[in-house]
């Protein structure tokens, strides 16, 4: 029958998944087989777009200078699409400081409002003690 003395060892099973494994019961990473130091999904630049704005200009002045007019042409048009970025954020950050300006000339308005309601609530308490006393 079923010997209770001997241990089982537990096999999980991988579900399709070839590179998983297990060894003393802790979960070693998968190794990256295309890792050259970047991410597989990495569509988006490091750099800032003024830095990307630059290194276009430089590329174009470089393809023209060697006499290649349509990778010139294609290097100026990324050039052009980072200075409508930074365009945007330039719009943005504006627009962010005007409303922060008026959020904040609202708040002295009515910070105002507030004192001159008080001087006036202070004033007819003091009047109100004057007619009491005479």
């Not at 276009?56 to 002045?61: E, G, V």
């Not at 943005?92 to 004192?115: A, D, F, P």
């Amino acid at each position: 029958m079923f010997q209770r003395d001997r241990q089982r060892k537990f096999r999980r099973r991988t579900n399709g998944r070839k590179n998983f494994s297990h060894s003393n019961n802790s979960i070693q990473n998968r190794t990256n087989s295309f890792s050259n130091g970047q991410s597989r999904n990495n569509f988006r630049s490091t750099q800032s777009p003024e830095k990307s704005f630059e290194k276009y200009t430089l590329l174009a002045k470089d393809a023209l200078a060697s006499g290649d007019k349509t990778l010139s042409e294609n290097y100026l048009q990324h050039a052009d699409h980072f200075i409508r970025i930074i365009e945007d954020r330039n719009k943005l950050r504006n627009e962010n400081k005007i409303s922060s300006i008026e959020k904040v000339s609202e708040v002295s308005k009515i910070n105002k409002l507030e004192e001159e309601n008080k001087n006036l609530s202070d004033n007819n308490d003091i009047n109100k003690n004057n007619d009491i006393k005479k």
